[in-house]
């Protein structure tokens, strides 16, 4: 991956992670489960973090 690829795959992630983050909101504030949006978050900013170390190397 090109470090403009690893910029877009991080931006794409932000979004996502944004869109999970108000759907956990509301399902919080109707009493829904959250622990699959809770897991999914978990796992995006796993994915964030990995992605941005891998520009930090590349760009070192």
Do not use: C, F, W
């Amino acid at each position: 991956m090109t470090p403009q690829e690893i910029e877009a795959e991080i931006e794409d992630l932000k979004a996502d992670y944004a869109r999970l983050s108000a759907d956990l909101e509301k399902l919080v504030y109707v009493g829904g489960r959250t622990e699959h949006n809770e897991e999914e978050l978990e796992r995006i900013a796993q994915q964030i973090a990995s992605l941005r170390r891998q520009l930090q190397h590349r760009k070192s």
